[in-house]
């Protein structure tokens, strides 16, 4: 069964840092493409950043470029994001998602979810 569990979330004040994690099951992580999605209150989901199969191509919202990096550990079976220098637009609820049929992301197209872990960023 697969599954997606991401941790890592909380408080933290601007200009602080975050990593997140994703811990993967039930596939092998390095044939699918694997995104990290948020969500803020009154907003849509939106892409953060996604990685391509084996890490080949990384690509990043115009928003976080610069301060969030995407990387993989497949021996952990395990997507992380680091977040610096955070801001208060950053909050969010922050998603992993996979799919395996595309080697980019987009909201509506990728085949799992995680549930989610909360981001607040505020002094």
């Known amino acids: 069964q697969l599954q997606l569990v991401e941790s890592g979330g909380g408080l933290v004040q601007p200009g602080g840092s975050l990593r997140l994690s994703c811990a993967t099951s039930?596939?092998?992580?390095?044939?699918?493409?694997i995104g990290w999605f948020r969500q803020a209150p009154g907003k849509e989901r939106e892409g953060v950043s996604c990685i391509s199969p084996s890490g080949g191509r990384t690509n990043y919202v115009d928003s976080v470029k610069g301060r969030f990096t995407i990387s993989t550990d497949s021996a952990k079976n395990t997507v992380y994001l680091q977040m610096n220098s955070l801001k208060p637009e950053d909050t969010a609820v922050y998603y992993c998602a996979v799919r395996r049929d595309r080697d980019y992301c987009s909201t509506n197209g990728m085949d799992y979810w995680g549930k989610g872990t909360l981001v607040t960023v505020s002094s």
């Open positions: 039930g596939f092998t992580l390095d044939y699918y493409t």
